[in-house]
């Protein structure tokens, strides 16, 4: 059972990562660019963290 809210949470924090990457791309202005991207490398590095976990 606690794998399958890993899996959840690692597919989570991947979309996550994905759609803030697609926000610092079409963001026009140069915070809101920076605020995405730390936001996808948060992410990034809490699914790795899942992924190690299996």
């Known amino acids: 059972m606690?794998?399958?809210f890993m899996k959840v949470g690692?597919?989570?924090h991947r979309?996550?990562?994905?759609y803030n990457e697609v926000l610092s791309n079409d963001a026009l202005c140069e915070e809101l660019k920076s605020k995405f991207?730390?936001?996808?490398?948060?992410h990034g590095h809490?699914?790795?963290s899942l992924l190690s976990r299996f």
Do not use: D, N
């Open 46 to 48: 809490k699914a790795k």
């Open 2 to 4: 606690l794998k399958i």
């Open 10 to 12: 690692y597919y989570l």
């Open 15 to 18: 979309y996550l990562q994905g």
């Open 37 to 42: 991207r730390s936001k996808a490398i948060y």
